[in-house]
T-cell receptor, first 114, second 110 residues
Framework: GAVVSQHPSRVICKSGTSVKIECRSLDFQATTMFWYRQFPKQSLMLMATSNEGSKATYEQGVEKDKFLINHASLTLSTLTVTSAHPEDSSFYIC??????????FGQGTRLTVV | EDQVTQSPEALRLQEGESSSLNCSYTVSGLRGLFWYRQDPGKGPEFLFTLYSAGEEKEKERLKATLTKKESFLHITAPKPEDSATYLCAVQAWNDYKLSFGAGTTVTVRA
């Protein structure tokens, strides 16, 4: 299957600092990528849709100034959690759309804010 | 609004005991229905995409089927390594977003 690489897999940061998470499609070009958040024992919650060359579209209730998304190329999208607080601690997952249909996911990033 | 409901929430099976997972959905025009497997602390792993009612796909011990209202994931003679959470998601014709169900956690005992 297609490969989507997410980095880092784990990160611990201090409260008030910013953290950047990268999502790369390794063997296909993705004009659309998605960012999800997952709480323990719950399903994936869509945060935003990232479109190459344009502004991201955020789901209702997601702060766009806190979760900055950049999709500068057809193979890379980044999520920056700004001024992180303990309540931002979570599992963040990206996905990339291949050939306008199939969605492949990264390995996820476990963010812990202390 | 698209809705996806998975049942049961949890399923405990003995090795070799076949069973089925259900995914009921409502969507404003289905582009595709997806099945994923997720292990703890990992991202979802793609299993199948189904596009139209009557379609079936198989991979090893897994078989996915689709009707106009639901999809089933059949696990035949499961092994302990099939233990995972299985997620169902739908994609509407006019959007690439996936709407996920809550998942079914399958535990297979040796």
């Amino acid at each position: 299957g297609a490969v989507v690489s997410q980095h880092p897999s784990r990160v611990i940061c201090k409260s008030g600092t910013s953290v950047k998470i990268e999502c790369r499609s390794l063997d296909f070009q993705a004009t659309t990528m998605f960012w999800y958040r997952q709480f323990p024992k719950q399903s994936l919650m869509l945060m935003a849709t990232s479109n190459e060359g344009s502004k991201a579209t955020y789901e209702q209730g997601v702060e766009k100034d806190k979760f900055l998304i950049n999709h500068a190329s057809l193979t890379l999208s980044t999520l920056t959690v700004t001024s992180a607080h303990p309540e931002d601690s979570s599992f963040y997952i990206c996905s990339a759309i291949r050939e306008n249909t199939e969605a492949f996911f990264g390995q996820g990033t476990r963010l812990t804010v202390v | 609004e698209d809705q996806v409901t998975q049942s049961p929430e949890a399923l405990r099976l003995q090795e070799g005991e076949s069973s089925s997972l259900n995914c009921s959905y409502t969507v404003s025009g289905l582009r595709g229905l997806f099945w994923y497997r997720q292990d703890p602390g990992k991202g979802p792993e793609f299993l199948f995409t189904l596009y139209s009612a009557g379609e079936e796909k198989e991979k090893e011990r897994l078989k996915a089927t689709l009707t106009k209202k639901e999809s089933f994931l059949h696990i035949t003679a499961p092994k302990p390594e099939d233990s995972a959470t299985y997620l169902c998601a739908v994609q509407a014709w006019n959007d690439y977003k996936l709407s996920f169900g809550a998942g079914t956690t399958v535990t297979v005992r040796a």
